[in-house]
């Protein structure tokens, strides 16, 4: 008699991996972020980008069945490196600045925590809300942080008076 205990094996694996959680082949953008002036002067791959954060964010649903409202847990946690949009999307590392610093600018990005090469930090950055304001007096302006640390034996560069 042939042996079933592999036919078995096989079927419990399967039951396995549809308890794993898939990430969704969904992505969720308002209506009101297209609409918006900071979303229709992005210029670039800063659009496509965004869209490569909002796949970085985790949907989880809160509350009772029928009841249930969408949560972002991870909204500012969000880990994108130069490397990864190279390898993965092909976007050299200057069109990746340029389309941060342009979100960043217009009000859908911000850097929670600034990473660095030289100790292999990752940045992280968080989505903001800002671009509802854009365009009006009450819009915050962000724009990336400089580095303000001397590395090697650089001199510090005269002020122009």
Avoid at 58 to 76: D, L, Y
Avoid at 111 to 134: C, H, M, N
């Amino acid at each position: 008699m042939p042996d079933d205990r592999g036919r078995i094996d096989n079927v419990i694996d399967l039951k396995k991996e549809d308890k794993k959680k898939k990430s969704s082949p969904i992505i969720v953008v308002e209506k009101e972020i297209l609409k918006s002036k900071a979303w229709l002067e992005l210029g670039g791959v800063a659009p496509q980008i965004y869209l490569l954060f909002l796949i970085r964010r985790k949907v989880e649903k809160i509350g009772k069945k029928g009841h249930e409202r969408t949560s972002f847990p991870n909204s500012q946690e969000l880990e994108f490196s130069y490397k990864e949009a190279k390898a993965k999307f092909d976007i050299t590392q200057p069109r990746f600045i340029r389309a941060v610093d342009s979100l960043i600018e217009n009000g859908f990005l911000d850097i929670v925590k600034p990473g660095g090469a030289l100790f292999r930090e990752k940045t992280l950055y968080g989505l903001s809300e800002r671009w509802k304001k854009y365009g009006t007096s009450e819009f915050k302006e962000n724009s990336r942080a400089k580095r303000l640390a001397e590395y090697g034996h650089c001199r510090k560069k005269k002020e122009k008076k």
